[in-house]
């Protein structure tokens, strides 16, 4: 038996098994690298869903329930209010506030920056809307220090740019309703 012989078939088996194993791991690297890009996908679509059910949500629970309704656009206006007045509205800043909290982290996850920057700007917008609201985020400011620094101090920043310019908040405008005529009537 000759063992050179042997031994250069083995050194071909050797590297042809090396060739073939390269081969089904480029191609288990690219079918993994497809298939994180495709989660990576799912996760910003999940993202964006979960941010519009979020405020959804909040907004409907203002929307349809009158006396919140009534109540929210009480302190926009600064009226003055009643203790237990004051009590939900705090406990609807804080969920509104952790609603847009919330909704800040998963975008920041993704990568989705303008669904950050909108939860950003809607917490900026209602805190600068009037001086209850001012004082509302003042008081949450501590615990948002501990749970995301990141959006407290990003909220701020897009505070301070709307007392520069403040065009860019949006007021609701209440819709002025005429009373029939009596040729309509």
Not at 13 to 36: D, E, N, P, S, W
Not at 48 to 76: F, K, P, Q, Y
Not at 125 to 132: C, N, W
Not at 158 to 163: A, C, D, P, T, W
């Amino acid at each position: 038996m000759n063992w050179d012989a042997v031994g250069a078939i083995g050194e071909i088996i050797g590297a042809m098994a090396v060739v073939i194993t390269l081969v089904v791991l480029i191609f288990q690297i690219r079918q993994g690298t497809k298939a994180t890009i495709e989660s990576n996908q799912l996760e910003k679509a999940l993202a964006v869903d979960r941010h519009s059910v979020s405020v959804a949500r909040w907004r409907g629970r203002i929307t349809e329930n009158a006396d919140l309704s009534e109540l929210w656009l009480r302190v926009r206006n600064d009226d003055l209010l009643t203790e237990v007045e004051l009590l939900r509205v705090n406990n609807l800043w804080i969920e509104f506030t952790n609603t847009q909290r919330s909704n800040f982290v998963r975008a920041e996850v993704v990568g989705e920056h303008g669904l950050a920057e909108q939860a950003v700007m809607a917490v900026a917008v209602e805190a600068r809307v009037s001086h209850t609201f001012t004082e509302l985020w003042s008081s949450v400011r501590p615990w948002l220090t501990l749970s995301n620094p990141k959006f407290l101090a990003e909220v701020d920043e897009k505070i301070r740019f709307l007392e520069q310019q403040p065009e860019q908040i949006y007021k609701s405008v209440p819709v002025v309703r005429q009373k029939p005529t009596k040729s309509a009537e």
